[in-house]
C-alpha cells in the first residue's frame, strides 16, 4: 500500500514550484541518458562522433575494439537519438545528432574535458 503524504505548508512557494515538475517519463527518459553515457567507452564514442563523421571500422580503431563491439554502443547511442547516421555505398557513417539532447551531452563533453570546440553553438 503506497503511503499518502501531503506537503507541509510553509509558504515558501513549493506548490507553484511542483505545479511546473515534469512528468515522471520525463525523469526516466533523463535517467536513461545518463544510464547510457556513463560508459566510457561510449562517451569516447559520443565524442569522435561530435567532432567527426564516420563509419564504424573507423570508430573501432580510434577506441581499439571490435567492430562488433562499437556496433553494440552504436545501437544503443542511435535508439537514445544521440547520433545519427547516414549510408554511402556499403558504409554506414555516423554523427552526432542535431537534437537538443546530443547538443547538450556535446557541450558537457567539452566542458568536462576543458577543451574549446568550434562546432558548439
Not at 567492430?67 to 554502443?73: F, N
Not at 539532447?101 to 558548439?120: E, G, M, R, S, Y
Request: aromatic share 4%.
Amino acid at each position: 500500500m503506497k503511503s499518502v503524504c501531503k506537503i507541509h505548508q510553509h509558504d515558501n512557494g513549493d506548490m507553484p514550484f511542483l505545479a511546473n515538475m515534469p512528468q515522471d517519463i520525463s525523469f526516466v527518459k533523463t535517467a536513461e541518458i545518463f544510464q547510457l553515457i556513463s560508459d566510457a567507452t561510449r562517451l569516447k564514442i559520443l565524442w569522435l562522433l561530435c567532432h567527426h563523421e564516420t563509419c564504424v571500422n573507423n570508430i573501432a580503431v580510434m577506441v581499439n575494439m571490435s567492430s562488433p563491439a562499437v556496433s553494440h554502443h552504436l545501437r544503443l547511442l542511435k535508439a537514445a537519438s544521440l547520433i545519427e547516421n547516414r549510408r554511402a555505398g556499403k558504409e554506414m557513417y555516423y554523427r552526432l545528432a542535431s537534437n537538443t539532447q546530443a547538443k547538450l551531452v556535446h557541450k558537457a563533453l567539452d566542458d568536462i574535458l576543458d577543451i574549446q570546440c568550434p562546432t558548439i553553438k
